[in-house]
């Protein structure tokens, strides 16, 4: 679901994004097109596109109010699967609190 089409990647960050303040936003954006980016033409093992995986959690996520860092994990849920693991990089992108909550749904994950 991750479009080329620059007023469909608009819409989709205002979604998720349209109560958060200027740095909140920013963040998200951020993590969109990282997520965007490494998740491009990769599925999970339902067959379903990564890409729209995240923006479906990210979006409850979003819909039930939660902060900029939750719904920046709900996007980049499967970048330890897409990246070896590498909890730093996520750490030094999208600060302490997203590597915790990336890491809690990787554990959720492997239950």
Known sequence: MASTDPMAS??????LSTDLDD???GAVSRAFEHAAGLYAGMR???GEETMSHA???AGIISAMRMDADTRIAGLLFAVPEYSGGERE??????GDTVAALVAGITRLNSL
Do not use: C
Request: no cysteine.
């Open 10 to 15: 608009t819409d989709v960050l205002h979604a």
């Open 55 to 57: 923006l479906g959690l």
């Open 89 to 94: 990089a996520t750490r030094r992108l999208f």
């Open 44 to 46: 999970l093992g339902s």
């Open 23 to 25: 740095a909140g936003r």
